[in-house]
């Protein structure tokens, strides 16, 4: 059986419905006290916080490679930093990058209420085109974008520029990059528009190793993978 053809297989012999699924989620992701101060503070902030699954993602991922030094350009009001921190090892940093001041103050007393220590977050204030190439090259183990979807792309070349080897980006609302079934009705949002173009590009790229997962708003993640010295 072709891939495609396993693959929709699988789909057509569940039941449930997607909201159902997407329901389940994010009623398995658990979430304290704590996370949840922090995201209702974002949400009456309008700061769209990560939600319990995307969070949960993050945090998979951060302590899947043991991240000492993750960057996040959108800190909202902190909630994606407390799950990131809370997969990373104890003696890393967060670089976190925003252009609202308000924001980043919610942040830091959300992650100080969450148990971490000042020196554990660097904030930074700026756009994250701007701080970024800043930054370090190779010198990070994550890179999580949450902000400016327009600009999706220049921020997947700053990200890999800033990865070491076997380091991960994730991309926040991926889901944008979906196409509707009932076809283009008219031409895509430029978000959108770049948010298409990074999951090609990411998919396309021969040193990455990509996945789309459904989860939250979507997240598209890649591993900058190792160079193979053979076989
Ligand atoms: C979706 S929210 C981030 C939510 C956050 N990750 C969380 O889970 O709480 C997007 C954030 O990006 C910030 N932002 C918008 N444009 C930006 C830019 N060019 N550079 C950095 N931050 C930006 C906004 O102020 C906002 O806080």
Redesign the pocket.
Known sequence: MSQTTRGEAAIASRDDTLAHTLTHLEQYAVEDATLTS??EA?QRAE????SASG?AALRFLAASIGARSVV??????????IWLLRGMREDSVLTS????PE?QEL?RAAYRRAGFAAGRVRLIL????H?LPRLTDGAYDMV?V???QA?YPAYLTEALRLLRNGGIVVF?NALEAATSPDGPLSAPDPGTAAVREVARSVRDDEELIPLLLPIGEGLLAAIREEPRTGG
């Open positions: 922090a995201r974002g700061s769209s916080p990560v969070g996040e350009v959108g800190t909202g009001c902190g909630s994606s930093g990058v925003d252009i609202e924001y942040a700026g756009r994250g085109l701080v999580f949450d902000a400016e600009a926040n």
